[in-house]
């Protein structure tokens, strides 16, 4: 399941994040409107962030989703 998989590869990376893009890329998933949405969802729980920022992956500007909820 994809939400498992994006869950487990955010954990490892902590305190660090990534773009979606990179998320998909590190998943062997192409960047499509699930990946997208659910990404999307991950950010509004309270054990993920969801934030605007330059990716730690790729540097690209975009939003960035990491492990560990709000600061």
Not at 15 to 32: M, S
């Amino acid at each position: 399941m994809l939400a498992r998989q994006i869950k487990t590869l955010l954990d490892a990376r902590a305190p660090f994040g990534l773009c979606a893009p990179c998320i998909g890329a590190k998943l062997g998933v192409k960047p499509n409107a699930r990946l997208q949405a659910t990404t999307e969802a991950f950010g509004i729980t309270n054990d993920f962030t969801r934030q605007p920022g330059h990716c730690p992956e790729c540097g690209r500007q975009d939003w960035i989703l990491k492990a560990g909820g709000t600061e």
